[in-house]
Structure formats: C-alpha cells, structure tokens
C-alpha cells in the first residue's frame, strides 16, 4: 500500500478470496464432503470473475424478451398521458409548437428510407475509395435502419393503432385500434413510429461503432446523434402523425438494433452478411477479440 487509504492492486483483485488460514479453519469444522463442495464452487466463482464475458452466440437472447418487455409496460405506462401530450404538441399558444411546425417538414424527411440510402451511398463510396472504416460503419447504420424499419412495420401491422389526427374522436382516443388494419391503412400505423426507430437505430448503430474503435470519443458523439435522432419522432407528434407512445416505443426498437447489429457484427465478423459487403478477413478476426476487451463507457447494450 501507498498510504492508509488505498490498497494494493494485489489485494483488490483477490478481497472475494478466501485466506488459506481460513481455509484451515473450514478444514477442521466441516466435514470432507462439504468442504470439497464449498471449495469447488469457490474455484468457480474466481474463474467466472477473472473469465470476460463471452459475446452470446445468438442474434437474440432469453434476455431481450425481458427487456422488451420492461420496455413495452412503460410504453403502456406512458400512453395513459398520450392524449394529454399531443393536446400539448397542438397548443399554438405555446412557442415551441409554433416552432415546431415550422421545423416539422424538414426532419419528418429523416426517414427510414433517406437513412438507409444514404448510409448505403455512403458505403458504396467508402468502398470504391479503400476506405474500409467509413464502408464499415455506414453499412452498419443502413442495416441497423433497414432492420429496426422492418420490425416495427410487423409490430404495426397487426396491432393497427389509429394515428391522433385519425383517431376517434381526434386527438383524444389513444386506444383506437382495429386489428390488421395496420399493413393496408396508413392511418393504422401508428405505434410504434418508424420515424422514430430509424433515427435511434442510426444514432446506436453510429455510437456503438465509435465506442468500439475510440471508446473516448462516444460521448461527444453520442450527445447530437441522440439529439438529432430524436427529431423525426418529434416532428411526426407535431404532424399529429404519432402518439408520445409510439415515438417512446420506436426509439427502443432503434437502439436495439443500432446496438445489437454492431456488436453481433464485430463480435462474428465471419458472417456471411460481413464477408459478402465488408469483406472480412483474419485482420478483422483479431481486431474484433481486442474490441470485446474495450471497457463500457456510453453504449446502450442490451
């Protein structure tokens, strides 16, 4: 130790251990197979706190059910105040509302579609120029959006949640619903918003990218890429377009994609998705078991 208040690395690493002399002691008051016992699962639990975590083998996991599930209870939790937030979206009174009619044409065209194309142009480009990094992350991004896109379109379609401005009466019926109206009525496609989960599966997918190659650097990225991703949900609850509800529950399906389509992507890079459009080789074998061993600092890991 340096002084009184600080330990040696040596003593932090080892405090859950148990001294030898202690383990005299055991030895002398319990009996042989109870004592095996209580040494095995010891041994188990230094080697599971000194082991990494392995990444899961699958896409999806036992826990994300959890996980949406949490999720989909506070999407629930918020609709109760749904109408009384789009009243708030449509109060010209208000100076953000004038604003934000303003504004909403503008970011109600960062889409699905605008983000998947341009992250698509974007790979194209970094291909043709050598420049495997850029290829890498835009091809994420444009995956990650094309992913998040088609999973809310399933959620939606059968679902069949009538939009604000169509709902009945307007505005104020948050639970107006008609089953499988959703894949053929464009007003029953409201939750969840698909504005929303483009922008959050974007800003995940470009964040996770930079925690992975320059974890320092995720925060200065991470606070407009969520800023901004929050703006085409925003400008479809101006538009009367989307509930709170259905932008809350876009942004969790975003960033799970975003998120997970990153980490699944770097943690396998033997994929055959990878090895066709990025062209994976050894080099990115090696460079994703470095990655695994990068500290948490900002990602959203589900």
Request: hydrophobic residues 45%; contains cysteine; aromatic residues 10%.
């Amino acid at each position: 130790m340096n002084d009184g208040s600080r330990e040696s690395p040596a003593r932090v690493r080892h405090a859950g251990c148990i001294p030898l002399r202690k383990l005299a002691t055991i030895k002398n008051t319990v009996s042989s197979p109870f004592r095996l016992a209580c040494l095995g699962l010891g041994f188990a639990s230094v080697v599971r706190a000194q082991t990494p975590a392995a990444p899961p083998s699958t896409f999806l996991t036992s826990r994300d059910a959890a996980v949406a599930g949490s999720f989909l209870g506070a999407s629930a939790a918020l609709s109760l105040f749904d109408a009384r937030i789009a009243s708030y979206f449509r109060d010209t009174t208000l100076s953000h509302v004038r604003l934000g009619q303003k504004l909403d044409d503008i970011f109600t065209h960062i889409n699905e579609s605008t983000l998947t194309v341009g992250g698509l142009a974007v790979y194209v480009i970094a291909r043709i120029a050598k420049q495997p990094v850029v290829a890498d992350v835009a091809f994420h991004t444009a995956e990650s959006v094309a992913a998040a896109s088609v999973a809310s379109q399933i959620i939606r379609g059968p679902l069949g949640r009538s939009r604000p401005r169509n709902a009945v009466p307007a505005y104020e019926n948050q639970y107006d619903f008609h089953a499988f109206q959703g894949f053929g009525h464009f007003e029953n496609r409201a939750f969840p918003s698909i504005h929303s989960s483009s922008g959050f599966a974007a800003a995940a997918a470009i964040v996770t990218e930079v925690q992975r190659r320059k974890p320092s650097a995720a925060l200065a990225v991470a606070i407009p890429a969520y800023a901004l991703a929050l703006t085409p949900g925003l400008s479809r609850m101006y538009l009367g377009q989307h509930w709170a509800s259905d932008v809350f529950a876009g942004a969790f399906v975003g960033a799970f994609f975003g998120s997970r389509i990153v980490s699944y992507s770097h943690d396998h890079p033997a994929t055959k998705v990878d090895r066709l459009f990025l062209g994976r080789s050894l080099h990115d074998l090696q460079m994703s078991k470095r990655e695994r061993r990068i500290p948490f600092a900002l990602t959203i890991t589900f």
